[in-house]
C-alpha cells in the first residue's frame, strides 16, 4: 500500500450549503482504487475510541463527496502502539452525515448542553466549559 501525509483538508457541506465542515487528515493509505483514512493519537484507546472513529468517518465522508472511493479507516495510539481498523460503508456515512446534522442543528438552536464525563479533566475546552464553570467555581 502507498501512504500519503495529508496536507489537504476534508471539508464538506454536510448541511444543506450552511455549514462547512474541515479537518486535517494525518495520512491516507492507497491499495489500488481505494482509500484507507488514517489518525494517530496519544491518547489511551479506551478514553475516547467512538470520538476517534467518527473522526475518521467524517473525513471519510469528505473524501467519498470530492469523488474518493474511502472504504477504510484505522487510529494508531501511539502510546500503546496499536492500530485498530474498520471499514466504512455506505450506512457508516449516512450515520455521520445524519450525525452532524443534528450537531449543527443544535448549534443554530443554541443547544450546547454538557455531556460531563471523566474526559471533562483532560478536555483542552474545559476552561471555556459552563459545566466546568459551575461545578469547579473556577471562572476566566
Not at 19 to 48: P, Q
Not at 55 to 66: E, P, T, W
Request: aromatic fraction near 10%; include cysteine.
Amino acid at each position: 500500500p502507498r501512504s500519503t501525509p495529508s496536507n489537504s483538508s476534508a471539508a464538506s457541506d454536510v448541511y444543506k450549503r450552511q455549514m462547512i465542515l474541515r479537518g486535517k487528515i494525518d495520512v491516507i493509505h492507497r491499495r489500488g482504487n481505494e482509500l484507507e483514512v488514517r489518525e494517530y493519537k496519544t491518547t489511551d484507546k479506551d478514553l475516547i475510541y467512538q470520538d476517534y472513529e467518527f473522526q475518521v468517518k467524517l473525513y471519510a465522508f469528505g473524501l467519498r463527496n470530492r469523488g474518493h472511493n474511502v472504504k477504510h479507516g484505522s487510529v494508531v495510539y501511539l502510546n500503546s502502539a496499536y492500530l485498530d481498523k474498520f471499514s466504512i460503508g455506505e450506512e457508516d456515512l449516512r450515520r455521520v452525515k445524519e450525525e452532524v446534522r443534528s450537531y449543527v442543528r443544535g448549534i443554530k438552536e443554541g443547544h450546547f448542553s454538557p455531556k460531563p464525563s471523566e474526559r471533562c479533566a483532560s478536555c483542552c475546552y474545559n476552561r471555556l466549559c459552563p459545566h466546568m464553570k459551575k461545578t469547579t467555581g473556577w471562572v476566566l
